[in-house]
C-alpha cells in the first residue's frame, strides 16, 4: 500500500502510530499529515524533539512540574501532555527517551494519566500520540535499551517513510516546490526553473541527507543564482567544498617561511599484497566499488559525466552501479 494511502487510513483513528525512516526523509511532514486529516484537526497540534533535551529536562517539558519541586521552579508549569490536551503530539527521536520517561509515557498511552513532576494530583488528557525514530527500534528492545511494552503500543501501525533514493519520481516535485518556495521569499514573480543538466544532477544524487538536503541544495543555487529570471544552471552539493577549508590540501600555497611545500606524495597502492592468502574475485569487486564511488563523487554524482571520466557507456556504468549497490 501506498505511503500516504496508509496515512489516509490511520489519520481518523485515535490509536499512536510510529513513524520510522532516516534523517531528514519528511517524518515530521507525515505526522502533522496525521493529525490534520484527523478529527483533532481543529485542536492543538504539539512537537518535541526528544533528543534537543536533556534527560533532566525532557521529563518537566513532556508533563510540567509543580511550583517549588525542584531549584528554580518558582511557578507551576503545564507540559506538553497538558497543552496537547484534545489534539495531537509528535514526539520525534523518541529513541533517545531515558527508561524513567519511557515508563511515564507508557501510563499516559494506556490509560491517559500522569502526574506533574513535585506534584501529587493525576491529571487526565485526551492526546493522540505519534512518535519518529531513525534507529531499528525492535533491534534496541531486544537490547535492553527500549522497552519492549512501549513499543508495543507505540507500534498499532508502522509507518516507514523510503530514502529520497529509493523515490526518484519525488525528487523534482519536490525540488519545484522548495524553488518555488525560495524565489516567493526572494520577492520574485516566479520560480525560472533547472536547466536539464541541473535536473540530471538532481535525480542521479543519491541525497544522503533526504529531502532536508535536497531543499538546503535547491534553496542554496536559486539564492547564488547570477540572473533572478534565468533558470537555475549551477548546483553547489557541498557547501564546504573549498580548497582553504579547515584541513583541506593546502594546494601551492606558500607556507610562511616563503618556502613552496613539497609535492604531493604519489598516491599508494592500497591493493593488498598477493603474497598473503585472498580471495581475488572479492579483492577486485572491492577495488572497482571503490573507484566507482570515487569517480562519482568527482563528478558530483553526474551518471553521464561519470561514464565519460571512466571511459564507460552510460549502460554500463548503470550496470556496475548496480551491482556495486550504489544505486
Known amino acids: 500500500m501506498d505511503l ?6 490511520l489519520a481518523p483513528l485515535d490509536r499512536p502510530v510510529l513513524i520510522v525512516g532516516e534523517r ?7 505526522a502533522a499529515r496525521l493529525h490534520y486529516l484527523s478529527k483533532r484537526w481543529e485542536n492543538t497540534y504539539i512537537k518535541l524533539n526528544c533528543a ?6 525532557l521529563e518537566s517539558e513532556l508533563f510540567g512540574f509543580e511550583q517549588g519541586a525542584f531549584t528554580g521552579a518558582t511557578r507551576r508549569r503545564q507540559g506538553r501532555f497538558e497543552l496537547a490536551d484534545g489534539g495531537s503530539l509528535f514526539l520525534d527521536e523518541i529513541a533517545s527517551m531515558s527508561h524513567a520517561a519511557q515508563e511515564k509515557l507508557l501510563r499516559v498511552i494506556e490509560y491517559g494519566q500522569f502526574e506533574r513532576i513535585g506534584g501529587a494530583e493525576t491529571l487526565n488528557v485526551d492526546v493522540r500520540i505519534m512518535a519518529a525514530a531513525n534507529v531499528d527500534l525492535p533491534a534496541m528492545a531486544d ?6 511494552d512501549l513499543l508495543d503500543r507505540l507500534a498499532f501501525d508502522v509507518l516507514t517513510v523510503p530514502p529520497l533514493r529509493a523515490r526518484k519520481e519525488d525528487i523534482m516535485e519536490l525540488a519545484f516546490h522548495f524553488g518555488r518556495g525560495i524565489s516567493q521569499e526572494l520577492g520574485w514573480r516566479r520560480f525560472p526553473g533547472f536547466t536539464r543538466q541541473v535536473q540530471e544532477v538532481l535525480i542521479d544524487y ?12 535547491v534553496e542554496r543555487a536559486v539564492c547564488k543564482n547570477a540572473k533572478k529570471n534565468a533558470t537555475v544552471r549551477e548546483l553547489v552539493l557541498d557547501p564546504f567544498e573549498n580548497p582553504w577549508r579547515p584541513g583541506a590540501a593546502a594546494g601551492t600555497e606558500k607556507d610562511k617561511t616563503g618556502a613552496e611545500p613539497p609535492p604531493a606524495k604519489p598516491r599508494e597502492n592500497t591493493l593488498p599484497s598477493a603474497r598473503q592468502p585472498l580471495n581475488l574475485k572479492e579483492t577486485l569487486a572491492g577495488v572497482e566499488r571503490a573507484l566507482l564511488k570515487e569517480a562519482l563523487a568527482a563528478n558530483r554524482y553526474h551518471q553521464k559525466e561519470t561514464a565519460r571520466h571512466l571511459s564507460l557507456s ?9 551491482k556495486h549497490g550504489l544505486l
Not at 143 to 148: D, K, T
Not at 206 to 217: D, F, I, T
Not at 314 to 322: I, N, S, V
Open 314 to 322: 552510460y549502460d554500463q556504468l548503470r550496470h556496475a552501479m548496480k
Open 52 to 57: 534537543a533535551l536533556p534527560e533532566t529536562l
Open 24 to 30: 531528514g526523509t519528511g517524518k515530521e511532514l507525515i
Open 4 to 9: 500516504l494511502d496508509q496515512v489516509s487510513l
Open 143 to 148: 537490547q535492553g535499551e527500549f522497552r519492549a
Open 206 to 217: 543519491p541525497w544522503p541527507g533526504n529531502v532536508r538536503e535536497l531543499k538546503n541544495a
